[in-house]
């Protein structure tokens, strides 16, 4: 199991937050694997830093681009669970 730190763009991240959004699409150049965890820290482009959230998620499945024939070659869609959100410094 490994630990991915990721940038995540503040509407996708709100999503994820409240629920609403229960996967990540995500170039797969990690070597993602079930059972890694994603942390998802919330990023500002327009600043180019970090704000005050983060979730940390545990990858359940992964759909890869041979595995469906509508996903882009180099990507993935990883659906999450045990969503532990952090807020704040």
Partial sequence: ?????LKTWPKAFEAVWNGT???ELRKDDRGFK???????????????AYLDRRIV????????AGDF????EGFCVM??????RFSGG
Wanted: aromatic content about 8%; charged content about 30%.
């Fill in 79 to 84: 659906s999450l669970q045990h969503c532990i």
């Fill in 34 to 48: 079930v059972g890694d965890r994603l942390d998802l820290r919330e990023w500002d482009p327009d600043t180019g």
């Fill in 57 to 64: 998620a545990q990858v359940i499945y992964i759909t890869r």
């Fill in 21 to 23: 959004k229960r996967y």
């Fill in 69 to 72: 024939p509508g996903l882009q």
């Fill in 1 to 5: 199991m490994k630990e991915h730190e």
